[in-house]
């Protein structure tokens, strides 16, 4: 920690949990707690049951979860496909060429999802490429709004790079793809993880571009969320939303672990 006194890290760590607590811990503790109880008591939830977890575990709901994970795994591997090949062409390029490449890819981010999911449905409800109705549109969608994320974090990786590996790999011979392939590549492989590892949970939460895309067979689980609560099983959204939690938050330990083991490779 940066603070060096005692009475000073007190202070910061009485700052956070002040902070922490009532913006972040409080309302996931709440959506917890409702996924546990049938009714409310006052302020909080009440009437402990799990059968609202029995319903977010089977049926429709899993479904559903099967639905996001295949959307965000496809997702983060395209993205993060495409922010790789986008990052590593940058770097060759001049200053003025590089920012309109990071400007192009940033668009998405800048403006609403809601924007991206409306033009993606209007590029691609027509022939020549017709994807209106599938679950492919859902998974170009998620694609094209977490690309930014995953070409920002290898851009800025790139750019620390040391590249005294890869010219002595030059100068004893090896082509620029095996440089690529053995040298750069595993190099980057921390980023990547940690680009995939966000790009998964971006896509996991993703609401408002999905909305206006998903057909019926292929509903994520954010998707059903907001159709329970909208339709005010508001107990039943809320043990769906903990399994999203626990479902988004073992992935990501799981992406942590890999990130970790490459760091020491």
Known sequence: MLVHSKAGRWAAWSLFGLLFLPL??????VVVAASFATHWSGALPSGPTTGNYAAAVRGESLQALTTS????????????????????????LKKRGKRLLDALF??????????????????????PVLLNGTASIVV???????????????????????PAYEQAAASLGARPAYVLWRVRLPLLLPSLTAAAGLCFALSMGELSATMMLYPPDWMPLPVRIFTAT?????????AVAVVLMATTLLVLLAVSRVRTRASYR
């Open 24 to 29: 972040f811990a409080l309302p996931l503790l």
């Open 69 to 92: 994970l295949v959307t965000a795994v496809a997702a983060s591997l395209l993205a993060l496909t495409v922010g790789t090949w986008a990052a590593l062409a940058g770097a060759a």
């Open 106 to 127: 940033m668009l998405p981010v800048a403006v609403p999802s809601v924007v991206v999911g409306l033009a993606v449905l209007v590029a691609f409800s027509r022939p």
């Open 230 to 238: 909208d339709r005010g099983s508001l107990f039943s959204g809320s």
């Open 140 to 162: 170009l969608a998620h694609t094209v709004l977490v690309t930014a994320f995953a070409h920002q974090s290898v851009s800025a990786a790139i750019v620390r790079l040391d």
